[in-house]
């Protein structure tokens, strides 16, 4: 599998593969980043708490967001790996996956779509020498709906029981640190649980209840502003502009005006997911903007919903616009400065065409070469 939207990696050793891995992941996100995006216009726009509120037009948000977004990225990886056919068996396969969760789910289709198209190829292998002549038609179909549904019926069964656990399990974690008074370290647990689309069970089923009880009494909460700061996705989003594969980069003005401006933090996800190491940043920033908050006695009294910059400062308490401005600016610059050395500030970028100039010229010099075109 290959993809033009990460350096061509070179050996064999653990850095190599991980390098490779994410690659992968990138072939299967971002070629369909404009249907992200083209969610993150829709929601931002037309959701109850967006500029232009429709209900009617609204109604697209849910059904893209779970079943469109997650079945294009099935149908890519099984495409990587396997052809057309691979890219079918994937997308059935998703299906399984969306219809076992009630959350998102990106990463299961990226996983259920490369591994089913992976099942197929093996399958083919072993029936195509094994086929009569004028059966392959016959013989491909069933197999590919047969690979495909079993795949869809394991992902209901499978995948919606284990979502479930790590939704639970990640909003107990976050309570316990709440509750401890270990606020800065929730970072850990919520930016990871934000990437896999957690983030609206983290925050309305674990924080928002318990800011809302603060509130109540001290006139603010904290809490509402640990999972909705938006600087963490726009330091890395910042990043990825300068420093980010070349191919990606006209992609994330749209990005960071929809996540920042719109509120829509899913926005910045896949970009995580097709370098997972960056997870380090958004969780640095993340912890650093709550220690800001923390210190400088910030604090909102209501959740900002979307999660954009106008809506948190309209939330803001009387003489509270320095803590929030200040977490703000000060978790997108932590983000962006380690997303930045996580990405070498673009060293790989900046050394590919380099290496492809110089071994351009070399191959139209054959004469042998040019006269066979």
Same mark, same amino acid.
């Given at each position: ?51 232009? $509120?429709?209900?009617?037009? !609204?109604?697209? &948000? =849910? +059904?893209?967001?779970?079943? %469109? *977004?997650?079945?294009?990225? @099935?149908? /890519? ?26 959350? $998102?789910?990106?990463?299961? !289709?990226?996983? &259920? =779509? +490369?591994?089913?198209?992976? %099942? *197929?190829?093996?399958?083919? @292998?072993? /029936? ?34 284990? &979502? ?210």
């Amino acid at each position: 599998m290959t993809t033009d939207y990460t350096p061509a990696v070179r050996g064999t050793g653990m850095r190599a593969s991980i390098q490779r891995f994410g690659g992968h992941l990138a072939g299967m996100i971002m070629p369909n980043i404009g249907a992200f995006i083209a969610w993150g216009l829709i929601t931002a726009l037309f959701i109850p708490t967006g500029w232009l $509120p429709n209900e009617s037009l !609204a109604a697209l &948000v =849910g +059904p893209m967001v779970t079943i %469109l *977004l997650p079945v294009l990225i @099935g149908y /890519t990886g099984g495409r990587m790996v396997h052809g057309q056919r691979g890219a079918v068996v994937g997308a059935i396969a998703t299906m399984g996956v969306v219809v076992g969760s009630e959350v $998102p789910m990106f990463l299961g !289709a990226m996983i &259920v =779509g +490369p591994l089913t198209a992976y %099942l *197929l190829k093996l399958v083919d @292998g072993f /029936t195509e020498q094994r086929t009569r002549a004028g059966f392959e038609m016959l013989v491909d179909n069933f197999t590919a709906g047969i690979v495909g549904g079993a795949m869809a019926l394991l992902g209901v069964w499978g995948i919606g029981p284990v &979502v479930r656990a790590v939704t639970e399990a990640a909003g107990d974690a976050v309570g316990w640190l709440v509750g401890n008074n270990l606020l800065p370290l929730a970072s850990i647990l919520i930016e990871p649980a934000k990437v896999l689309f957690l983030n609206n069970a983290i925050n309305h089923g674990v924080l928002s209840p318990l800011g809302v009880a603060e509130a109540a009494e001290q006139g603010r909460s904290i809490l509402f502003m640990l999972e909705t700061n938006p600087g963490p996705g726009l330091g890395l989003l910042l990043a990825f502009l300068f420093f980010g594969p070349r191919a990606l980069r006209p992609s994330t003005p749209a990005a960071m005006i929809i996540h920042f401006l719109g509120g829509i933090h899913e926005i910045y996800f896949p970009y995580v997911l097709m370098k997972p190491r960056l997870i380090l940043a958004v969780i640095a920033g993340g912890a650093a903007g709550i220690l800001t908050f923390l210190l400088t006695g910030g604090g909102l009294v209501a959740p900002p919903s979307p999660g954009s910059v106008f809506a948190y400062l309209a939330v803001t308490p009387k003489g509270g616009w320095f803590a929030s401005v200040a977490g703000i600016l000060i978790a997108t610059a932590v983000s962006f400065a380690v997303a930045a050395v996580l990405m070498g500030f673009g060293r790989g970028e900046r050394e590919a065409p380099e290496e492809d100039s110089a071994q351009g010229p070399a191959e139209p010099a054959t004469p042998s070469t040019s006269k066979e075109a």
